[in-house]
């Protein structure tokens, strides 16, 4: 059984990061997206908005499941009988943090790390400029899902409780 994660803080996932679990789906036997809650309460979306979402924009992949964690990735990993995380590459700008921490993951408890390049569509695609384009008024309906869109258009439209 080749089990892997896709971690991440999916504040919102976007269309890239469903790209890279698909492409995971179909390589593994089974994938645990798993949404870091370390430092959830600052973003824009709850771990339970989060999680809602990657839910139902993956709803169509069998082996694809979604959960939370707090502390350590490894641990996480290595309370599941995970053998691997997967992530997703874009450009060069994101090597050296991915390379850390691939390297500190494997030193902490020997769980590897496996890359997909990121289709070159999703190139410059990420969560902080979803959220600002949005914010701003501005059309993100090619950049993410449409479970992300939808809860972002609610979010947006509600009343700020601060
Ligand atoms: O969406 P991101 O910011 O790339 O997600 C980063 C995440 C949540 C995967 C990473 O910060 C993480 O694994 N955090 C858990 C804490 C941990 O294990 N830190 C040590 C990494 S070497």
Do not use: W
């Amino acid at each position: 059984m080749r089990r892997v994660v896709c971690p991440g803080s999916f504040d919102p996932a976007t269309n890239g990061h469903l790209d890279i679990i698909r492409r995971a789906a179909l390589l593994h036997d089974e994938v645990i997206v798993v949404v870091g809650a370390n430092l959830a309460k600052h973003g824009m979306f709850t771990v339970e908005e989060r999680v809602s979402m990657l839910q139902e924009m993956t709803a169509d992949l069998p082996n694809v499941s979604v959960e939370t964690f707090r502390g350590l990735l490894v641990e996480f990993c290595r309370s599941r009988g995970v053998s691997a995380i997967v992530k997703g590459l874009r450009a060069v700008s994101d090597f050296e943090y991915e390379m850390e921490m691939a390297q500190m993951n494997y030193r902490l408890a020997q769980v590897e790390t496996l890359f997909l390049t990121a289709n070159p569509l999703y190139s410059f695609l990420r969560s902080s400029l979803v959220r600002e384009i949005a914010t701003y008024g501005g059309d993100i309906s090619s950049l993410v899902p449409g479970p992300v869109e939808r809860c972002l258009r609610a979010k947006l439209a509600a009343p700020n409780p601060g």
